[in-house]
């Protein structure tokens, strides 16, 4: 069994499960690439978590590769094992933070937005030069 989750980037979800639904299930015509946010995202994951070629054995993924785009490359799903789902959810859910990503968990049917912390998000201007 596992956890399944989608990470959006730029997406206005709709509060509605079945809308949410009928958006994952839009084909998505091969050759589209993830949005850099996604794919700094699906990079990162795959380094700290690797799944080789096939997945079993201490990886904690129940699908690999991660980087199948959807929704226009605006989307990403994560299918993550029962088992490692504590460690790999923290991880996913702080790399979502950094990076102004929005979790959907389709199993409850939440959408968590996510922003980045407020240091992260000062202007250029309100940054100190170092």
């Known amino acids: 069994m596992s956890l399944d989750l989608f990470v959006f980037d730029g997406v206005d979800l709709p509060d509605n499960a079945d809308a949410i639904a009928a958006l994952l299930d839009e084909g998505c015509p091969g050759g589209t690439r993830l949005t850099p946010a996604l794919a700094a995202l699906v990079a990162h ?9 096939g997945v079993g054995g201490d990886s904690p993924w129940a699908a690999w590769p991660l980087d199948e785009p959807r929704v226009g ?9 029962w088992t490692a789902d504590e460690v ?9 933070r950094t990076r102004g990503l929005t979790l959907y968990d389709p199993q409850t ?3 968590t937005r996510l922003r980045p912390p407020p240091d992260a998000r000062r202007l250029w201007w309100q940054r100190r030069s170092r």
């Open 45 to 53: 994951l795959e380094l700290r978590f690797p799944g080789g070629d």
């Open 73 to 81: 490359g605006r989307a990403v799903g994560l299918s993550i094992m």
């Open 88 to 96: 790999v959810l923290d991880e996913v859910v702080e790399q979502c």
């Open 109 to 111: 049917f939440t959408i």
